[in-house]
């Protein structure tokens, strides 16, 4: 890791709003999608509000590298909602990114509707070996 480079940052768990097809910070701009490795992971990343996702994708968007992802999640049914803990990494030889997250879906919700809490994000410059 590139010493010094490394940042965290913490994000609210409101649902995101209906239409938003834009990344924070960048009004209009479209959503660039990253390749991942494996591609289907692309689902995991995208259940995720928009600025959440936007901190997670950035430290790649400049290159055109595939980016890997790995992640885990433990889930809970309880009889009024289903609780989700989630980690996600996003890594090239340059950059890696790292989240870690719970979210709460009430019985019979749409994910949409998630309500996310202690969604805690990490960026970090990766040196050559």
């Known amino acids: 890791m ?62 055109r590298r595939t980016v890997t992802a790995e992640w885990y999640y433990e889930e809970s049914v309880e009889a009024a909602h289903t609780g989700l803990f989630v980690l996600l990494c996003l890594s090239t030889d340059r950059h890696v990114t790292a989240i870690e997250a719970r979210r709460t879906l009430d019985r019979g919700a749409t994910p949409d509707r998630a309500r996310w809490h202690s969604l805690t994000c990490h960026q970090a410059r990766l040196t050559p070996r």
Request: aromatic letters at 6%; charged letters at 20%; glycine letters at 16%.
């Open 2 to 63: 590139d010493p010094g480079s490394l940042r965290s940052r913490s994000f609210g768990g409101r649902p995101p709003q209906a239409g938003g097809s834009a990344l924070p910070g960048r009004p209009g701009a479209p959503v660039e999608q990253l390749v991942l490795d494996p591609p289907e992971d692309q689902g995991v990343l995208g259940h995720f509000p928009l600025d959440v996702q936007d901190f997670l994708q950035r430290p790649f968007l400049a290159g």
